[in-house]
């Protein structure tokens, strides 16, 4: 069953990769290249699971998800976020935040798969 997955990232190469994948697994894919857009983008579109960037202009990672998490129309949409801040600290402040998977970059394109199908399995 396609299901919508929301990418939230300003660096072109990784929506590209992030894009070709989940749609090759039959997913819907949106994308947004910043926070604001990335908040906007999930309280237009509802998505199954947001895979969202730290680093971002305008509003950063953290920002988008205490955002969603607040939100109680959005606050059940899975987050997987996905960043090249993989210290300890970060890895625990996106999970303490209500993050429900936290991956470092660069990642293995197969664990990324199987923790999306994991995440998306929850919201069924």
Known sequence: MSKCILIVDDEPNIVISLEFLMMREGHEVRVARDGEA??????THRP???VL?????KLDGFAVLEAVRSDPELSDTRVLMLT????EAELK???DM??????????STREL???VKEL???TD
């Not at 209500?98 to 990642?107: E, H, I, R, S």
């Open 38 to 43: 990335g908040l906007a983008a999930v309280r």
């Open 48 to 50: 199954d699971l947001m």
């Open 53 to 57: 960037d730290v680093m971002m202009p």
């Open 84 to 87: 090249a801040k993989g210290r």
């Open 93 to 95: 402040k996106g999970l």
């Open 98 to 107: 209500g993050a429900d998977a936290y991956m470092p970059k660069p990642f």
């Open 113 to 115: 798969v199987e923790k």
């Open 120 to 122: 998306l399995a929850l």
